[in-house]
């Protein structure tokens, strides 16, 4: 069975940093796409980065872009997302997943497995 763990959540103050993982079961990681998403409450779940098989192509939601970094170590079958000059507004839950496809993607809908997600809660 598959199984994708986030951890690294907490809560930081406005300016600060987290890092987020993802650890997966078996060879989930290197042989998916693999993105970060979250959810804050009453607001539906939005894409925040995704990273290619090969760790080559990465993309970023426009409200993150320049201040996360998603990364990935195929050998510790782990994905990270690093958080820097976080804001109030990226607080919410965040999950990461990992998609079948061949190429990266933004939408929910091309991700198969989920995680139970990581809560991360930045205050001003």
């Known amino acids: 069975q598959v199984q994708l763990v986030e951890s690294g959540g907490g809560l930081v103050q406005a300016g600060g940093s987290l890092r987020l993982s993802c650890a997966a079961s078996?060879?989930?990681?290197?042989?998916?796409?693999m993105g970060w998403f979250r959810q804050a409450p009453g607001k539906e779940r939005e894409f925040v980065a995704t990273?290619?098989?090969?760790?080559?192509?990465?993309v970023y939601a426009d409200s993150v872009k320049g201040r996360f970094t998603i990364s990935r170590d195929n050998a510790k079958n782990t994905v990270y997302l690093q958080m820097n000059s976080l804001k109030p507004e990226d607080t919410a839950l965040y999950y990461c997943?990992?998609?079948?496809?061949?190429?990266?993607?933004?939408?929910?809908?091309?991700?198969?497995?989920w995680g139970q997600g990581t809560q991360v809660t930045v205050s001003s």
């Open positions: 997943a990992a998609s079948q496809r061949s190429g990266t993607s933004k939408s929910n809908d091309d991700y198969n497995y």
């Open positions: 990273i290619s098989r090969s760790g080559v192509v990465r």
């Open positions: 078996g060879r989930i990681v290197s042989t998916n796409v």
